[in-house]
Protein backbone atom coordinates (compact mmCIF):
# COMPACT_ATOMS: atom_id res chain seq x y z
CA UNK A 1 0.00 0.00 0.00
CA UNK A 2 1.54 3.34 -1.01
CA UNK A 3 2.14 5.60 1.38
CA UNK A 4 0.21 9.42 0.72
CA UNK A 5 2.45 12.30 -0.62
CA UNK A 6 2.93 15.09 1.27
CA UNK A 7 4.02 17.26 -1.06
CA UNK A 8 1.68 20.80 -2.51
CA UNK A 9 -1.39 18.52 -2.95
CA UNK A 10 -1.83 17.42 0.48
CA UNK A 11 -1.73 20.78 2.06
CA UNK A 12 -4.11 22.02 -0.50
CA UNK A 13 -6.23 19.42 0.11
CA UNK A 14 -5.75 20.49 4.00
CA UNK A 15 -6.62 24.12 3.51
CA UNK A 16 -9.88 22.93 1.33
CA UNK A 17 -11.09 20.71 4.28
CA UNK A 18 -10.13 23.45 6.95
CA UNK A 19 -11.82 26.03 5.04
CA UNK A 20 -15.08 23.51 4.54
CA UNK A 21 -15.30 23.42 8.31
CA UNK A 22 -14.51 26.78 8.97
CA UNK A 23 -17.70 27.32 6.50
CA UNK A 24 -19.75 25.09 8.36
CA UNK A 25 -19.23 26.12 11.34
CA UNK A 26 -20.04 29.53 11.12
CA UNK A 27 -23.14 28.49 8.82
CA UNK A 28 -24.32 26.87 12.17
CA UNK A 29 -23.10 29.96 14.66
CA UNK A 30 -25.08 31.51 12.27
CA UNK A 31 -28.51 30.04 12.99
CA UNK A 32 -27.82 30.10 16.32
CA UNK A 33 -26.96 33.93 16.45
CA UNK A 34 -30.29 34.33 14.29
CA UNK A 35 -32.21 31.66 15.66
CA UNK A 36 -35.02 34.44 15.96
CA UNK A 37 -35.39 35.71 12.95
CA UNK A 38 -35.27 32.50 11.54
CA UNK A 39 -38.09 30.77 13.35
CA UNK A 40 -40.15 33.83 12.47
CA UNK A 41 -39.85 33.68 9.07
CA UNK A 42 -40.15 29.69 9.60
CA UNK A 43 -41.40 28.08 12.41
CA UNK A 44 -40.26 24.31 11.00
CA UNK A 45 -36.49 25.27 11.37
CA UNK A 46 -37.15 25.53 15.89
CA UNK A 47 -36.01 21.78 14.92
CA UNK A 48 -33.00 22.47 13.35
CA UNK A 49 -31.97 24.82 16.17
CA UNK A 50 -33.17 22.68 19.00
CA UNK A 51 -30.40 20.20 17.63
CA UNK A 52 -27.16 22.76 17.69
CA UNK A 53 -28.58 24.72 20.36
CA UNK A 54 -26.72 22.35 22.79
CA UNK A 55 -23.37 23.04 21.25
CA UNK A 56 -23.97 26.90 21.24
CA UNK A 57 -21.20 27.94 24.06
CA UNK A 58 -18.26 25.58 22.03
CA UNK A 59 -19.58 26.46 18.59
CA UNK A 60 -19.54 30.27 19.52
CA UNK A 61 -16.08 29.69 21.13
CA UNK A 62 -14.34 27.75 17.94
CA UNK A 63 -15.79 30.77 16.09
CA UNK A 64 -14.28 33.27 18.33
CA UNK A 65 -10.92 32.00 17.94
CA UNK A 66 -11.01 31.58 14.37
CA UNK A 67 -12.22 35.08 13.62
CA UNK A 68 -9.15 36.14 15.37
CA UNK A 69 -6.83 34.18 13.69
CA UNK A 70 -8.80 35.72 10.21
CA UNK A 71 -9.07 38.97 11.17
CA UNK A 72 -5.12 39.12 12.26
CA UNK A 73 -4.15 37.49 9.10
CA UNK A 74 -6.42 39.54 6.97
CA UNK A 75 -4.53 42.46 8.27
CA UNK A 76 -1.55 41.17 8.26
CA UNK A 77 -2.09 40.11 4.43
CA UNK A 78 -3.59 43.99 3.95
CA UNK A 79 -1.07 44.01 0.63
CA UNK A 80 -3.55 41.70 -0.91
CA UNK A 81 -5.61 44.86 -0.99
CA UNK A 82 -3.93 46.03 -3.70
CA UNK A 83 -3.95 43.19 -6.35
CA UNK A 84 -7.09 41.51 -5.07
CA UNK A 85 -9.67 43.50 -2.83
CA UNK A 86 -12.84 41.41 -3.59
CA UNK A 87 -10.47 39.14 -1.61
CA UNK A 88 -9.56 40.84 0.56
CA UNK A 89 -12.56 42.19 1.48
CA UNK A 90 -14.37 38.83 1.93
CA UNK A 91 -11.51 37.64 4.13
CA UNK A 92 -11.90 40.23 6.46
CA UNK A 93 -15.45 40.50 6.29
CA UNK A 94 -15.54 36.27 6.91
CA UNK A 95 -12.96 37.04 10.07
CA UNK A 96 -15.55 39.86 11.60
CA UNK A 97 -18.28 38.03 11.67
CA UNK A 98 -16.58 34.64 12.95
CA UNK A 99 -15.09 36.95 15.87
CA UNK A 100 -18.55 39.12 16.64
CA UNK A 101 -20.73 36.25 16.26
CA UNK A 102 -18.38 34.35 18.22
CA UNK A 103 -17.99 36.21 21.08
CA UNK A 104 -21.76 36.83 21.06
CA UNK A 105 -22.03 32.59 21.43
CA UNK A 106 -19.49 31.81 23.20
CA UNK A 107 -19.89 34.43 25.95
CA UNK A 108 -20.47 32.41 28.42
CA UNK A 109 -17.87 30.04 27.96
CA UNK A 110 -15.30 32.56 27.17
CA UNK A 111 -15.93 34.23 30.46
CA UNK A 112 -15.92 31.11 32.81
CA UNK A 113 -12.61 29.91 31.64
CA UNK A 114 -10.90 33.57 30.22
CA UNK A 115 -12.26 36.68 32.40
CA UNK A 116 -13.54 35.20 35.62
CA UNK A 117 -10.37 35.86 37.62
CA UNK A 118 -10.93 39.84 36.26
CA UNK A 119 -14.00 41.61 37.58
CA UNK A 120 -13.35 44.74 35.39
CA UNK A 121 -12.48 42.56 32.07
CA UNK A 122 -15.68 40.78 32.96
CA UNK A 123 -17.58 44.25 33.03
CA UNK A 124 -15.92 45.31 29.79
CA UNK A 125 -16.69 41.95 28.42
CA UNK A 126 -20.46 42.56 29.64
CA UNK A 127 -20.95 46.01 28.11
CA UNK A 128 -19.43 44.83 24.56
CA UNK A 129 -21.97 42.26 24.36
CA UNK A 130 -24.98 44.16 25.29
CA UNK A 131 -23.75 46.27 22.46
CA UNK A 132 -23.75 43.48 20.22
CA UNK A 133 -26.95 41.84 21.35
CA UNK A 134 -28.58 44.83 19.29
CA UNK A 135 -27.76 43.45 16.26
CA UNK A 136 -27.12 39.87 16.83
CA UNK A 137 -29.74 38.59 14.39
CA UNK A 138 -28.01 40.59 11.59
CA UNK A 139 -24.77 40.10 12.56
CA UNK A 140 -25.82 35.94 12.49
CA UNK A 141 -27.58 36.25 8.53
CA UNK A 142 -23.90 37.90 7.75
CA UNK A 143 -22.35 35.04 9.39
CA UNK A 144 -24.56 32.04 7.22
CA UNK A 145 -23.90 34.59 4.34
CA UNK A 146 -20.21 34.29 4.68
CA UNK A 147 -19.92 30.62 5.58
CA UNK A 148 -21.80 29.39 2.73
CA UNK A 149 -19.54 32.11 0.45
CA UNK A 150 -16.55 30.66 2.43
CA UNK A 151 -17.26 26.92 0.93
CA UNK A 152 -18.62 27.82 -2.34
CA UNK A 153 -15.04 29.11 -2.79
CA UNK A 154 -12.76 26.65 -0.47
CA UNK A 155 -14.19 23.95 -2.63
Same mark, same amino acid.
Not at 53 to 61: E, H, L, N, R, S
Not at 140 to 153: D, E, S
Given at each position: ?11 ? !???? !? ?7 ? !? %?A?? %? ?16 ? *? ?10 ? !?????? @? ?7 ? /? @? *? ?19 ? /? /?????L?? @? ?25 ? %? ?12 V ?7
Amino acid at each position: MPVPERGALGFA !TFWR !TANMFGGLI !T %IAGG %ILAASGFIIKRSPNAQSL *IDKIAPYQGWIG !TLMFVW @GVWETLHSV /L @G *ISLLASHPISWAFWMASGVAD /L /LVGFLLGF @GLITHYALSKNAQAMEKGQRIRATLMN %IQAPLGLLAVVMGVLYIVFAA
